[in-house]
């Protein structure tokens, strides 16, 4: 290997150059959080890797294209990390293929270009200059190198990528499947990579989308006709009881059922919640399951207000952001509702920012909308009791009737919670995470009454219904030795199906006939529940769940992953069990046999409505018939 009168070729110093340049804006012009060592040494490796990956193809090109592609390159991939800086300044998030195509973001920005412009900002070019002073002839920087010498630079590019992408899924396993944010992605491998990996997943979506029959929506359709008739309704005793008033939809983070009615140490861990559930005016289902996967928050939001199913791959916020809908807040919008979500945390997270616009709500307020303070914020950021301090002013200020959802925090894995906050003995097992699990519970249970309360001196509780959901499991498989201690007996397949039942809660001010229902419903059952109470007819919704209180419910509530409730059985990892004695049906297994048809064949249609955009070939308006 030869390099030119010993002198570093430029492709290697426009590495250097533009690598550290890209650390520097990383890490001092965007506001990335940055959590441990891991994730500083990793902000610091991935842009050298980037920018080699970029400039080292040069090595096969002839000493005057070598020149030119160093320059362009240099160029194009500084304009890049720019865009994406002016983009950051303003929405907090990453520029993404279909929010540059799509939506009012690129719009937005170009009016406010240029206050969003710093002097700071030429830094970001600094490189540039220097690489295309250098490439000039007379430096002669350009390299050639055998055949072998070009090979090695390539092949030191993969071990650069391969190095990149095992560190990032040690600090985040799953990033690639689950993508979770945007900001870790970038974190992880950088802007450049991002990208490539954007490009990635938008052909691969492109390609089902295009790849889609537009006949198989009136299949779907028959089949959701056939399963559920009738699900207006009218006549039932509940339809319209909430007509015109606000919906305030609590999502309480990890919150499983089994925390209602225990204790620790003598003490009950969700007080306020064990009571409302028992209360005359809230109407409870005890049987209520989450149906999340991988996108977990995210998901039960997707499931909630489209009644569709989550993929096994992936979290549909992300993956399929861009989908015709037919959502729960676009709906309430037509009939006179100003909706809104309260989440303080990143908007970007889930691709929340993406897809609330694209479903229909009026209003985000995401971290940036509350005061944060380190006495006020710690483990995911702002803790539930002042998020609810906070959100009740903005709440004032809306137009009524409005929808609002409310995110909550503080009772997230790990499930920290600073010693003087928590009002509950830690559990005593080998899991600190369900040791501390009942800690958090407890102060998200005080954070929920506090609302409660503040909602009440606002006045704004008579005119409202509140509706409270747990959003998914808190205590992994991974824990079943602790949760089998705690809850006296083995956690079977049986008893893990079991666990992912969440609370689900109506409450509403002033009604009398409360009372816990023993039906097998779930997280798809949301939609069409909560337009029956509104009595807001969607004659010509397609939901896969139905309306909880009709007599032609749903027989099954199906997992992801294809286990399933019923009225008589829970059929969990290939085992049909009765479900009223956890026993299995050992030679009988065949009686599941006909619901877990019907489960795979729902889920199927779910997907093929996620992955085609069948939507988009259907008409939901009463015209249609
Ligand atoms: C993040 C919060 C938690 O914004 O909703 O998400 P999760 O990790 O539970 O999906
Ligand atoms: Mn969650």
């Excluded at 006020?376 to 137009?399: H, P, R, T, V």
Aim: glycine residues 6%.
């Amino acid at each position: 290997m030869s390099f030119n009168k010993m002198r570093m070729p430029l492709f290697l110093i426009a590495t250097i150059l533009f690598g550290i340049k890209t650390y520097v804006v990383y890490r001092f012009m965007f506001d990335l959080s940055i959590e441990n060592p891991l994730q500083e040494f990793i902000l610091l490796v991935n842009p050298l890797a980037s920018a080699y990956l970029i400039f080292a193809i040069s090595v096969w090109m002839n000493p005057g294209r070598q020149m030119k592609y160093l320059r362009w390159t240099s160029l194009i991939g500084s304009l890049i990390l720019f865009f994406n800086l002016i983009f950051y300044r303003n929405f907090t998030d990453f520029i993404t293929i279909p929010v540059l195509f799509q939506g009012n973001n690129a719009a937005d920005l170009t009016g406010s270009f240029l206050t969003l412009l710093h002097p700071a900002d030429v830094l970001v070019f600094f490189d540039v200059v220097v690489i295309w002073y250098l490439s000039k002839k007379n430096f002669d920087l350009s390299v050639s190198l055998p055949k072998q010498g070009k090979i090695a630079a390539t092949a030191v590019t993969f071990l650069l990528l391969a190095g990149n992408v095992v560190l990032a899924e040690i600090e985040r396993p799953m990033l690639f499947v689950r993508s979770f944010d945007r900001e870790y992605l970038v974190k992880n491998i950088g802007v450049y990579n991002y990208h490539l990996y954007d490009m990635t997943m938008q052909t691969k979506t492109r390609a089902q989308r295009v790849l889609a029959d537009e006949s198989e929506i009136s299949e779907i359709e028959s089949y959701i006709k056939d399963k559920s008739p009738d699900q207006v309704e009218k006549d039932s005793e509940l339809y319209g009881i909430a007509e015109n008033k606000n919906v305030i939809f609590v999502s309480i983070e990890s919150f499983q059922n089994f925390l209602l009615d225990s204790e620790i140490n003598g003490t009950e861990v969700a007080p306020f919640l064990s009571d409302l559930k028992e209360s005359e005016d809230t109407i409870s289902f005890e049987n209520f399951y989450h149906q999340t996967a991988q996108g977990k928050t995210s998901d039960s939001e997707f499931i909630v207000e489209n009644s569709l199913y989550p993929l096994d791959r992936g979290a549909v916020y992300f993956t399929h952001a861009q989908n015709e809908y037919n959502a729960l807040p676009e709906l309430l919008g037509q009939n006179g509702y100003e909706t809104s979500v309260f989440h303080a945390n990143n908007k970007s997270f889930w691709n929340r920012d993406v897809m609330y616009e694209n479903i229909g709500y009026d209003e985000f307020y995401g971290e940036q909308s509350f005061e944060l303070t380190p006495e006020n914020s710690f483990g995911w950021g702002l803790e539930d009791k002042a998020f609810f301090d906070q959100s009740i002013e903005y709440m004032k200020a809306q137009e009524q009737p409005f929808y609002s959802k409310f995110i909550t925090l503080t009772h997230h894995f790990p499930f920290e919670l600073p010693e003087e906050k928590a009002n509950i003995d830690r559990y005593d097992s080998g899991s600190n995470t369900l040791n501390q699990y009942f800690q958090t519970a407890r102060y998200t249970d005080e954070a929920l009454e506090g609302f409660f309360k503040k909602l009440k001196d606002s006045g704004l509780y008579e005119d409202s219904i509140i509706v409270l959901m747990g959003d998914h499991y808190g205590i992994s498989e991974f824990h079943n030795e602790a949760m089998s201690q705690f809850l006296g007996k083995e956690v079977t397949p049986y008893v893990h199906t079991q666990l992912q039942r969440v609370p689900f809660m109506i409450h509403i001010p002033g009604y009398e006939g409360g009372e816990v229902k023993e039906e097998v419903v779930g997280q798809i059952d949301v939609k069409p529940t909560l337009l029956h109470l509104l009595g807001i007819e969607a004659e010509n919704d397609l939901t896969f769940g139905t309306n909880m209180f009709s007599e032609t419910k749903n027989e099954f509530t199906a997992m992801r992953d294809g286990s399933f409730v019923s009225e008589q059985y829970v059929f969990s990892k290939g085992i049909c069990y009765d479900r009223s004695t956890g026993e299995e049906i050992g030679d009988q297994a065949e009686a599941c046999q006909p619901i877990r048809d019907k489960v795979d064949k729902e889920l199927q249609y779910s997907d093929n409505i996620i992955y085609g955009d069948l939507f988009r070939f259907y008409d939901f308006s009463s015209e249609h018939n």
